[in-house]
């Protein structure tokens, strides 16, 4: 009890209502949203690349979501960024669910889909500039994993409800919609604005401007390189296994759940773990991961097969997710923060939409099981472990103090 008390004042409080809220939305979200490769390949009967190329929109356009969340986070605040893209999430989630009961055609579903990813990623570097407002050293670093423990804990819940319910994909979405409506209200009423850093003064020697930032700007080159690597799970692992492999679509979702609870699991000794070792060193190991579990795919063709390989991921994803947002955080000026994140989080969503856009039109070119896909995309990892690697030139970044929480919010 001594324990779980300490931790529990270890973490602002308004930390812990981030995390629940980003719990209870993930469980929501991938209660559905996982399913729309799943719904327009099998249902609607649309190709890997013509699904591959609606996700590379969405990541483009969502990248440039999170760039403007960012920048405007720093201008109007961080809660109502917030705000803002829980209720389009909503909308967007019932508009879909909509669509696909009554009007199942895939040009409208899908340009809903995408608006609703916009929403999604306009949420992103808010929340991250919120924690980083509230949090600093170490405790910053065990902050994102802790919001990274909700988010995967939601991804573990809603996929498994979805198979045991066995619910349609329309009902899937109203769900959703409902999830979002309730986040909306808890963050209206419970979520304050945390009172800002002033913005610093320039210190003689130090980068003056994002572009003479050089490090961030490498960051930036090696997480949007490893991004195309570690967003192969939702699309690209859904129609790999079941159209190449042969795996039963209804098995899918187990392995997004075996990598949320593996998050949930492995995601706070990690955290503390990078506060110890590095974040430099524990960025080079998680794109290392990356590259060995997708690698791994071209010798599997079982679930116990492809979940040891997703396992492998996930040890990616926990050193790789947060340590690139808490490095782009300490590397930014912190009245600057949200748009500095905003940055980050565009150049990695670049990675992000094109790796399912490359791995869909791979996958139509070479039909089968195979490593046409996955040894190229070891490689790339590797590339950008040398990318992360390369930080060190820059002195002694992502090396943590303790730390604690520090601004409080606003009454």
Not at 401 to 410: F, H, L
Request: overall charge positive; some cysteine; glycine content about 14%.
């Amino acid at each position: 009890m001594a324990g779980l008390m300490g931790l529990l004042r270890r973490y602002p409080g308004a930390l812990w209502l981030l995390f629940a809220g980003r719990l209870v939305t993930a469980a929501g979200f991938s209660f559905s949203f996982p399913t729309f490769t799943l719904y327009a390949a099998n249902s609607l009967h649309v190709s890997g690349s013509r699904i591959g190329t609606v996700l590379l929109l969405a990541g483009l356009i969502g990248a440039g979501a999170k760039y403007v969340g960012g920048s405007l986070s720093d201008r109007i605040g961080r809660r109502g960024v917030m705000l803002l893209a829980l209720g389009g999430r909503a909308a967007t989630s019932f508009g879909i669910a909509w669509l696909i009961a009554f009007r199942p055609e895939f040009p409208a579903i899908a340009a809903v889909f995408v608006a609703s990813n916009a929403f999604g990623q306009l949420f992103e570097p808010s929340s991250q500039a919120y924690v980083s407002d509230i949090t600093s050293g170490r405790v910053r670093v065990e902050a994102f994993g802790l919001v990274r423990m909700g988010i995967n804990a939601g991804w573990a819940i809603g996929p498994v409800l979805l198979v045991l319910l066995h619910k349609s994909y329309a009902t899937a979405f109203t769900v959703t919609g409902f999830v979002f409506t309730f986040s909306f209200f808890l963050f209206l009423l419970a979520v304050r604005e945390p009172v800002h850093a002033p913005r610093p003064s320039p210190v003689p020697g130090a980068p003056t401007g994002l572009l003479s930032n050089r490090p961030f700007l490498v960051l930036c080159l090696a997480s949007m390189v490893v991004m195309t690597v570690s967003s192969q799970l939702v699309m690209t692992t859904s129609i790999y296994t079941t159209r190449h492999v042969g795996l039963d679509p209804a098995l899918v979702p187990v392995l997004f759940s075996i990598n949320g609870a593996l998050v949930v699991l492995l995601q706070f000794p990690a955290s503390r773990w990078m506060g110890r070792v590095g974040l430099v060193p524990a960025l080079v190991l998680g794109s290392l991961c990356y590259g060995l579990g997708y690698g791994g795919y071209a010798f599997s063709s079982g679930l116990g097969q492809f979940a040891l390989c997703i396992a492998v991921v996930t040890v990616g994803e926990v050193l790789v997710a947060p340590g690139q947002i808490s490095l782009a955080s300490e590397l930014s000026p912190a009245g600057e923060r949200g748009h500095y994140l905003g940055v980050q989080g565009l150049v990695s969503n670049l990675g992000w939409c094109l790796g399912p856009w490359i791995g869909g039109q791979i996958l139509d070119r070479h039909p089968g099981p195979g490593g046409a896909l996955w040894f190229p995309l070891a490689g790339v990892a590797a590339c950008a472990a040398l990318v992360f690697g390369s930080l060190r030139f820059f002195g002694p970044i992502g090396r943590t103090s303790e730390g604690a929480a520090t601004a409080g919010v606003a009454p």
